[in-house]
């Protein structure tokens, strides 16, 4: 079975600064994708940055980007310049899809709080 | 298409009443899921549906759940005799069935048990 851990309860970054959220992944599928979901107190789940097992190169999306180590079957997320918008729980999550299931695996999330 | 729409926001029942929630997923969009969220957890996955087939439930979903799409647009999840236990978030999501794509959510309805 697939799992997501993410070892970062919490993390606190200033403003203007950079943070790295961790997150390692395990599946024996060759082919599978990761992403990164940015869940704010209101509640909703809103999509971030999505890295494929065979993209050669690391996704980037605006101030995130991925930096996807295979071998190490980590997917860590890199937020550039830090906003006090972006204080907020992170989600890891894979897909798992096959011929009789096709769900999202999440991680337990880290709360990142953005301090002036 | 504005994304992913939940309906109630929120919802406070006693214990023991029946509620429904309502989702409508991005009309293009052929894969409909629920997920229940408790407070300092990830979103745990409940059953999904492609057009109005539900294919998968898991066994979080107990007898007390029911989930339909009966026309393969927009979906209901029903829990009977509610307990202070299905207090939560109920989040719906709909893709694409293509493997490298991810869900759109809906805000979610945050259920509470008294």
């Known amino acids: 079975a697939q799992k997501i851990t993410q070892t970062q309860p919490g993390m606190f970054v200033q403003e203007k600064e950079a943070v790295t959220l961790d997150c390692t992944y395990d599946t024996s599928d060759p082919s599978y994708g990761l992403f990164w979901y940015k869940q704010p107190s209101s509640g909703e789940m809103i999509f971030l940055i999505y890295q494929g097992s065979y993209d050669q190169q690391n996704a980037t999306e605006g101030r995130y980007s991925l930096n996807f180590q295979k071998a190490r079957k980590s997917a860590n997320l890199v937020i550039s310049a830090s906003q006090l918008g972006d204080s907020a729980m992170y989600f890891c999550a894979m897909r798992e899809k096959s011929y009789n299931t096709d769900k999202l695996i999440f991680g337990t999330g880290t709360r990142l709080q953005v301090f002036p | 298409d504005t994304g992913v729409s939940q309906d109630p926001r929120h919802k406070i029942t006693k214990r023991g009443q029946n509620v429904t929630f309502r989702c409508d997923p991005i009309s293009e969009h052929n894969r409909l899921y629920w997920y229940r969220q408790t407070l300092g957890q990830g979103p745990e996955f409940l059953t999904y549906f492609q057009n109005e087939a539900q294919l998968e439930k898991s066994r979080l979903l107990s007898d007390r759940f029911s989930a339909e799409r009966p026309k393969g647009s927009f979906s209901t999840l029903e829990i009977q005799r509610t307990e202070q236990g299905d207090s939560a978030m109920y989040l719906c999501?709909?893709?694409?069935?293509?493997?490298?794509?991810?869900?759109?959510f809906g805000s979610g309805t945050r259920l509470t048990v008294v």
């Open positions: 999501a709909s893709s694409l069935d293509d493997p490298n794509y991810g869900y759109t």
